[in-house]
């Protein structure tokens, strides 16, 4: 009697139910918030000085830090006299591509003085993943890393580093990003190439003017420490490399893969690599550094961008050893390395590869010359899959899907191409006229997928990086040549291949994902080399709603912008 008499006192019952409410509450769950302000200011490289895009000032931007399990509040408010949207890469935005970003496809962009909150919750995800502009050639200075943290308690299934690092792989230009653009689409040729590449902004002093724009990090004799590399380039995959030290691979895009030792790590635009490295070498200073991977035969801006790690105690006098990279145009060491990327696959962190495949796509990538009146040549080369080049809508995609709004887009996005041929023969530069459209794939709820991307020879081959927004998915298989359905899908590896967010097409060559659709909305997918992505190298699924209470897309928010 007594105790029933305690309980309905009204402030004991209210403690015991907050009580209660906080041993159900996940323990290590919190918001974290950050404000983005979008503003341009002057910056110097390579004897140059110009005004660019940032965010808080900051070249590369801000790193976000989270945990697993935490969620995300992040207001951009835009100061520059460009729009501007966030794309947050690699996060899967759960039923909320409201808060994915690239511009047109999931949003409006944000205008000059207004502000949006992107707000997102981060499950069953950890490691390194980076953040972008999602609009024009913005994200040529506006990036940053993410890291997040696994849920407290969980270590690292590798050793536990000493220190952690990002290196945050970039491009300068000496000119204005987005007029060097204007000037290529007034040709209908591709822009300038970059001026240098850079290690968290900074080219090294390889470099004029560049010994102050160096990047260095200082490390103890015996220690082991974890670097976080992440791709922002826009336009080169990228080998890497430290002088005179291994790196262990130990995740990528965020995700946990079987380790192995390497001496250089390719990595492409959208991708990133976390490695150990040990502090085992003579003290003394040790360059990292960046240079392009490029097998077909086209120009890229060839230079080597370097940082030091440097041994404590050991004075800036000594000069620093450079690694040896792979050569730009190293096939062998790009496919070897590849392959040699796995799934951790274990009982903790399994590969759930989908063995059944409800839906088969197979996409050629292909370049092309359309008409352009307003082009100096009065032609244009544009980049299509299956022949279509993608035109770019007026309002969010994902508002037209949503709110049933007609006109926007069509849902017949063909699952292969017009015609077969032999699509990695001999260059065919005949007939390269393209089809122009907003033409998205409608998958349904929860179907498995297999998409086979098929580089061609149309002008030339060359590799692609491909970036799904809104998944992770497994490469289940890769080859050079044409895709060949009938022997090929037997030598799959449908039991640990690497799961990620972007993956490199090779340079005439294949790729196969698979992955299951069960997060509806519209997701984008685009080569990630922006040249590409500008000539129309993109397409996005619509994945449909499924029937249970939590399959179906969340409705906007209220400070969704405008168009």
């Given at each position: 009697?007594?105790?029933?008499?305690?309980?309905?006192?009204?402030?004991?019952?209210?403690?015991?139910?907050?009580?209660?409410?906080?041993?159900?509450?996940?323990?290590?769950?919190?918001?974290?918030?950050?404000?983005?302000?979008?503003?341009?200011?002057?910056?110097?490289?390579?004897?140059?000085?110009?005004?660019?895009?940032?965010?808080?000032?900051?070249?590369?931007?801000?790193?976000?830090?989270?945990?697993?399990?935490?969620?995300?509040?992040?207001?951009?408010?835009?100061?520059?006299?460009?729009?501007?949207?966030?794309?947050?890469?690699?996060?899967?935005?759960?039923?909320?591509?409201?808060?994915?970003?690239?511009?047109?496809?999931?949003?409006?962009?944000?205008?000059?003085?207004?502000?949006?909150?992107?707000?997102?919750?981060?499950?069953?995800?950890?490691?390194?993943?980076?953040?972008?502009?999602?609009?024009?050639?913005?994200?040529?200075?506006?990036?940053?890393?993410?890291?997040?943290?696994?849920?407290?308690?969980?270590?690292?299934?590798?050793?536990?580093?000493?220190?952690?690092?990002?290196?945050?792989?970039?491009?300068?230009?000496?000119?204005?990003?987005?007029?060097?653009?204007?000037?290529?689409?007034?040709?209908?040729?591709?822009?300038?190439?970059?001026?240098?590449?850079?290690?968290?902004?900074?080219?090294?002093?390889?470099?004029?003017?560049?010994?102050?724009?160096?990047?260095?990090?200082?490390?103890?004799?015996?220690?082991?420490?974890?670097?976080?590399?992440?791709?922002?380039?826009?336009?080169?995959?990228?080998?890497?490399?430290?002088?005179?030290?291994?790196?262990?691979?130990?995740?990528?895009?965020?995700?946990?893969?079987?380790?192995?030792?390497?001496?250089?790590?390719?990595?492409?635009?959208?991708?990133?690599?976390?490695?150990?490295?040990?502090?085992?070498?003579?003290?003394?200073?040790?360059?990292?550094?960046?240079?392009?991977?490029?097998?077909?035969?086209?120009?890229?801006?060839?230079?080597?961008?370097?940082?030091?790690?440097?041994?404590?105690?050991?004075?800036?006098?000594?000069?620093?050893?450079?690694?040896?990279?792979?050569l730009p145009n190293d096939t062998a060491f790009a496919l070897s390395y590849n392959a040699k990327l796995r799934s951790l696959n274990s009982p903790l962190y399994p590969a759930n590869v989908p063995?059944?495949?409800?839906?088969?796509?197979?996409?050629?990538?292909?370049?092309?010359?359309?008409?352009?009146?307003?082009?100096?040549?009065?032609?244009?080369?544009?980049?299509?899959?299956?022949?279509?080049?993608?035109?770019?809508?007026?309002?969010?995609?994902?508002?037209?899907?949503?709110?049933?709004?007609?006109?926007?887009?069509?849902?017949?996005?063909?699952?292969?191409?017009?015609?077969?041929?032999?699509?990695?023969?001999?260059?065919?530069?005949?007939?390269?006229?393209?089809?122009?459209?907003?033409?998205?794939?409608?998958?349904?709820?929860?179907?498995?997928?297999?998409?086979?991307?098929?580089?061609?020879?149309?002008?030339?081959?060359?590799?692609?990086?491909?970036?799904?927004?809104?998944?992770?998915?497994?490469?289940?298989?890769?080859?050079?040549?044409?895709?060949?359905?009938?022997?090929?899908?037997?030598?799959?590896?449908?039991?640990?291949?690497?799961?990620?967010?972007?993956?490199?097409?090779?340079?005439?060559?294949?790729?196969?994902?698979?992955?299951?659709?069960?997060?509806?909305?519209?997701?984008?997918?685009?080569?990630?080399?922006?040249?590409?992505?500008?000539?129309?190298?993109?397409?996005?699924?619509?994945?449909?709603?499924?029937?249970?209470?939590?399959?179906?897309?969340?409705?906007?928010?209220?400070?969704?912008?405008?168009?």
């Amino acid at each position: 009697m007594a105790v029933g008499k305690i309980l309905s006192s009204g402030p004991i019952l209210l403690f015991l139910l907050y009580l209660v409410a906080l041993v159900s509450l996940p323990a290590d769950a919190a918001v974290k918030r950050y404000q983005f302000d979008v503003q341009v200011k002057n910056v110097s490289r390579l004897c140059h000085a110009k005004p660019i895009v940032t965010v808080n000032g900051m070249f590369p931007g801000p790193t976000i830090y989270a945990r697993d399990g935490d969620r995300v509040v992040i207001n951009v408010t835009n100061y520059a006299q460009y729009n501007m949207s966030i794309h947050w890469h690699g996060l899967k935005q759960f039923r909320n591509g409201w808060a994915d970003g690239p511009a047109y496809i999931t949003q409006c962009p944000i205008q000059n003085g207004h502000s949006y909150t992107y707000d997102f919750n981060v499950t069953g995800q950890r490691g390194t993943l980076w953040w972008h502009a999602h609009i024009f050639w913005l994200r040529a200075t506006v990036y940053g890393a993410i890291v997040i943290m696994p849920k407290q308690g969980t270590p690292f299934p590798f050793p536990q580093p000493y220190r952690e690092t990002d290196i945050v792989l970039g491009e300068w230009w000496n000119n204005d990003v987005e007029e060097v653009v204007k000037q290529g689409n007034k040709l209908g040729l591709p822009p300038n190439t970059s001026d240098a590449h850079t290690i968290n902004g900074k080219p090294g002093p390889l470099f004029p003017c560049s010994e102050k724009h160096t990047f260095a990090m200082e490390v103890e004799q015996g220690k082991t420490y974890l670097l976080r590399i992440i791709n922002a380039a826009l336009n080169d995959e990228l080998f890497f490399a430290v002088a005179g030290h291994n790196m262990t691979v130990v995740e990528i895009d965020a995700v946990y893969t079987k380790p192995f030792t390497t001496q250089a790590i390719l990595i492409a635009p959208g991708q990133t690599t976390n490695v150990l490295v040990q502090a085992n070498q003579a003290p003394g200073r040790y360059f990292m550094a960046a240079r392009p991977f490029m097998d077909a035969p086209l120009t890229v801006d060839n230079k080597t961008a370097t940082a030091i790690l440097q041994y404590k105690g050991i004075p800036n006098t000594v000069l620093p050893i450079l690694p040896k990279l792979p050569l730009p145009n190293d096939t062998a060491f790009a496919l070897s390395y590849n392959a040699k990327l796995r799934s951790l696959n274990s009982p903790l962190y399994p590969a759930n590869v989908p063995l059944k495949v409800d839906r088969r796509l197979f996409y050629t990538i292909g370049l092309g010359i359309n008409p352009c009146p307003t082009c100096l040549n009065g032609t244009r080369l544009s980049a299509s899959l299956n022949n279509i080049t993608f035109v770019m809508p007026h309002i969010g995609l994902l508002q037209a899907h949503y709110f049933n709004i007609k006109g926007v887009y069509t849902a017949d996005f063909p699952d292969r191409p017009p015609q077969p041929f032999n699509y990695t023969g001999a260059p065919l530069t005949a007939n390269l006229g393209t089809t122009l459209g907003t033409r998205l794939s409608k998958i349904a709820f929860n179907s498995t997928v297999e998409l086979v991307l098929q580089d061609t020879n149309l002008l030339t081959v060359e590799s692609h990086p491909f970036h799904l927004h809104g998944y992770n998915f497994f490469v289940v298989g890769t080859g050079i040549g044409n895709f060949d359905p009938a022997k090929d899908p037997a030598k799959f590896n449908l039991v640990d291949p690497p799961e990620r967010n972007t993956v490199g097409v090779p340079t005439g060559g294949w790729t196969a994902i698979r992955f299951r659709a069960d997060n509806p909305g519209v997701w984008f997918m685009h080569c990630h080399l922006e040249l590409h992505t500008g000539w129309g190298l993109k397409t996005a699924f619509v994945v449909e709603n499924g029937k249970g209470p939590d399959q179906s897309i969340l409705p906007p928010p209220k400070d969704l912008p405008p168009c």
